[in-house]
């Protein structure tokens, strides 16, 4: 037992070790190398964006990157800051302040551990897929509003938090627009895109940060161009090791922030099970998804205190990964020493880089998580996907992404509940039962594959889950059919389990007629339901002779009482 628990826990590291080569070796050290270089420009943009500092950004992608390849259950997953976060910690931070942020980051590691440890993660990826897309195309829109005034320098110091408030604001001051500034944004965007044309393994963010931070240096130095915002204009650069900062935890403040490390929570889980799903597409292997949940919780309780922001598997770093022919874990670790060299060694020149450049570089990853092509197939499918994906989408926009993440899980249960009402059928039967199609019974009755029933008996079949959605219809049933058979028969052989508000129908329908002096009898009961039922009063209101395994032993029984109640009446007379 011990045994089967430590292996569904252990982290593919552990196991890709036992035969790690040299030539696995040279494969993650190119692939980390290019990865760590790659992930340079986005930590830094994903950590302004989100409100704090850049090199807290490169942190989290050092520290969390570490941990999520030491720990995860995926071998070419890369963890680190992720836009999708953007929009979140960006509100907890002006809301709470850097410390708020430390604890609903801490609060989210904990719940994403017991996610882990209590093997959710396969339940987690059953969240509707036009619910996920909603999400992340409002993210994307939203990141996309944010970058406005860098990308064209309009110079705004208080930037709205709502959408609309926002846009307007941008209207109102698009006369100051700053045209060097503009003119780096959108080449910075050229670049970005021209390099993917040219090749897919050469980091167009990375080339594009380069060039516009070279050629805005020379624009400064020697043309007396001054307009060029840059990250030294408005960041103090660290370029130390991150200190360990105690977090002050106590009741009021975890029960402030708790809504917001939930969404932090569910939004990492989503994404890194995500991140995983697609990497096991490109290299057909299978990840461990609780294990990557205990890794991204023990990521995001240790990152914040070294000054780090919410971090989840990121997608793009890990196809990055898988292109440049990453086998292992090794690479992701190799990638996060590549970070700590660039903030040790070369984070003194990050204070170069134009805002404008970043605001371009973020403009793509926005355009890149949209998925618009996604957005518009999913609309076309059905109105409930239609309805389900502007409701999400407009939430993340409009309102917040904590509600929208509420909101979207509750509609992925309703929709669930739906799904799994529909797919219960409830029929009913008085004459005669075909079982030509049927193998329930291990008794061999191949010349007689019609079973005839008796007078006064009623067969109701149930095919599916009897939960609570289908207890109320079952009921319902009965009472439209008003009938008063002598016996009724309730055959579950397609009855999976039956919860808590199931049994208690069943339990008031048996109380009922045994009132009316109606027998019901249970057939085809399965061991799961079976041991439900014993937990009930079901047994002792019909007996433990009228729980039947098959159809078979169920009519014999429906004969005998039938026969009883005959002679008795008989008798009587």
């Given at each position: 037992m011990k045994l089967d628990i430590l292996k569904a826990y252990q982290p593919a590291l552990f196991v890709a070790l036992q035969d790690y080569n040299r030539e696995k070796f040279t494969a993650d050290l190119l692939a980390g190398v290019i990865v760590g270089i790659v992930a340079l420009p986005l930590a830094i943009a994903f950590g302004i964006a989100s409100g704090v500092s850049p090199e807290k950004g490169i942190y989290t992608a050092v520290i969390a990157?570490?941990?999520?390849?030491?720990?995860?259950?995926?071998?070419?997953?890369?963890?680190?800051?992720?836009?999708?976060?953007?929009?979140?910690?960006?509100?907890?931070?002006?809301?709470?302040?850097?410390?708020?942020?430390?604890?609903?980051?801490?609060?989210?590691?904990?719940?994403?551990?017991?996610?882990?440890?209590?093997?959710?993660?396969?339940?987690?990826?059953?969240?509707?897929?036009?619910?996920?897309?909603?999400?992340?195309?409002?993210?994307?829109?939203?990141?996309?509003?944010?970058?406005?005034?860098?990308?064209?320098?309009?110079?705004?110091?208080?930037?709205?938090?709502?959408?609309?408030?926002?846009?307007?604001?941008?209207?109102?001051?698009?006369?100051?627009?700053?045209?060097?500034?503009?003119?780096?944004?959108?080449?910075?965007?050229?670049?970005?895109?021209?390099?993917?044309?040219?090749?897919?393994?050469?980091?167009?963010?990375?080339?594009?940060?380069?060039?516009?931070?070279?050629?805005?240096?020379?624009?400064?130095?020697?043309?007396?161009?001054?307009?060029?915002?840059?990250?030294?204009?408005?960041?103090?650069?660290?370029?130390?090791?991150?200190?360990?900062?105690?977090?002050?935890?106590?009741?009021?403040?975890?029960?402030?922030?708790?809504?917001?490390a939930f969404t932090i929570a569910m939004l990492g889980a989503i994404e890194s099970l995500l991140s995983a799903t697609v990497a096991d597409g490109a290299t057909g292997q299978k990840h461990n998804s609780n294990m990557e949940l205990v890794a991204q919780g023990a990521a995001n309780i240790v990152t914040p205190f070294f000054g780090g922001i919410p971090a989840t598997g990121a997608i793009a770093r890990t196809m990055t990964n898988i292109n440049n022919g990453g086998k292992t874990p090794v690479a992701g670790i190799i990638h996060a020493i590549v970070l700590l060299f660039v903030v040790l060694f070369l984070g003194d020149l990050t204070?170069?880089?134009?805002?404008?450049?970043?605001?371009?570089?973020?403009?793509?990853?926005?355009?890149?998580?949209?998925?618009?092509?996604?957005?518009?197939?999913?609309?076309?499918?059905?109105?409930?996907?239609?309805?389900?994906?502007?409701?999400?989408?407009?939430?993340?926009?409009?309102?917040?992404?904590t509600i929208a993440i509420e909101i979207g899980l509750l509609l992925a249960v309703f929709l669930f509940l739906k799904r799994v009402s529909e797919s219960t059928r409830i029929s009913v039967i008085s004459d005669k039962l075909d079982l030509s199609k049927e193998t329930e019974s291990k008794i061999i009755h191949s010349e007689k594959d019609i079973l005839y029933l008796p007078k006064n008996v009623d067969i109701y079949e149930i095919e599916g889950p009897f939960f609570f959605g289908v207890a109320n219809r079952f009921d319902e049933l009965m009472r439209e059919l008003g009938e008063r058979p002598q016996i009724r028969i309730i055959r579950m052989r397609k009855v999976p389990f039956i919860d808590s508000t199931g049994l208690k129908n069943l339990e008031d329908l048996c109380k009922n007629s045994r009132k009316e002096k109606i027998q019901v009898i249970l057939s085809g009961v399965n061991d799961q339901v079976r041991s439900s039922l014993y937990k009930s009063n079901i047994p002792s209101i019909i007996g433990d002779d009228n729980i039947c395994s098959d159809i078979h032993l169920a009519l014999e029984r429906a004969r005998l009482l039938s026969a009883r109640k005959n002679n008795s009446h008989s008798t009587e007379n």
């Open positions: 990157g570490f941990i999520v390849s030491f720990l995860g259950g995926s071998n070419v997953q890369i963890g680190g800051p992720t836009g999708a976060f953007i929009v979140i910690v960006y509100g907890i931070v002006e809301n709470y302040g850097a410390e708020g942020l430390a604890i609903a980051t801490v609060l989210a590691g904990i719940m994403l551990l017991l996610m882990g440890f209590l093997k959710l993660g396969s339940v987690i990826q059953y969240i509707p897929y036009p619910i996920v897309v909603g999400f992340t195309s409002g993210i994307a829109l939203t990141i996309f509003s944010t970058q406005i005034n860098d990308l064209f320098g309009l110079g705004i110091e208080k930037i709205p938090s709502d959408f609309f408030q926002k846009w307007t604001s941008y209207f109102q001051h698009f006369n100051q627009i700053n045209l060097w500034a503009a003119l780096i944004g959108i080449v910075s965007i050229i670049i970005i895109q021209g390099t993917t044309k040219i090749s897919k393994k050469i980091p167009g963010s990375l080339v594009a940060l380069v060039v516009m931070t070279v050629g805005a240096f020379l624009l400064k130095k020697y043309f007396g161009i001054q307009g060029i915002e840059t990250i030294g204009d408005r960041f103090t650069i660290d370029s130390r090791l991150p200190e360990f900062k105690p977090i002050g935890l106590d009741l009021t403040s975890v029960r402030t922030l708790f809504p917001s204070k170069h880089i134009p805002m404008a450049c970043l605001a371009g570089i973020l403009v793509i990853v926005s355009y890149n998580m949209s998925e618009w092509r996604i957005f518009v197939a999913q609309a076309k499918q059905s109105k409930s996907n239609l309805a389900v994906l502007i409701t999400t989408f407009t939430l993340t926009v409009v309102f917040d992404l």
